[in-house]
Nanobody, 125 residues
Framework: QVRLVESGGGLVQPGGSLTLSCAAS????????MGWFRQTPGKERDFVAA????????HYADAVKGRFSISRDNSKNTVSLQMNTLKPEDTAVYYC??????????????????WGQGTQVTVSS
């Protein structure tokens, strides 16, 4: 069982930046893809970004491509999401996620067997 705890959310003006962090405990993240998702009230949780176990392969939703960057530090058991040029439509609760199955192919894909509690990001002037 792995526990995921997100941090770094907050209120930011349009065009600003935030960095979200996800700390994992209970299991090493070394062999697993990690991902970020987001959700707004009344809508389904949407994929944002994923990173393969090695960090060499990343995948982004079209809505954030070129503005967000996912990274990981396996030695610290953490994954981060750098968010730049934020827009009001980026406002959501952001969740960190990982899976129960190891990432054998070094491919960035997360179904979401384990979730954090989420951190609120609000982009508003």
């Amino acid at each position: 069982q792995v526990r995921l705890v997100e941090s770094g959310g907050g209120l930011v003006q349009p065009g600003g930046s935030l960095t979200l962090s996800c700390a994992a405990s209970g299991r090493s993240i070394n062999d697993y893809s990690m991902g970020w998702f987001r959700q707004t009230p009344g809508k389904e949780r949407d994929f944002v970004a994923a990173i393969s176990w090695s960090g060499n392969n990343k995948h982004y939703a079209d809505a954030v491509k070129g503005r967000f960057s996912i990274s990981r530090d396996n030695s610290k058991n953490t994954v981060s999401l750098q968010m730049n040029t934020l827009k009001p439509e980026d406002t959501a609760v952001y969740y960190c996620a990982t899976d129960n199955r190891p990432d054998y192919s070094d491919y960035p894909s997360v179904v979401g067997d384990f979730w954090g509690q989420g951190t609120q990001v609000t982009v508003s002037s």
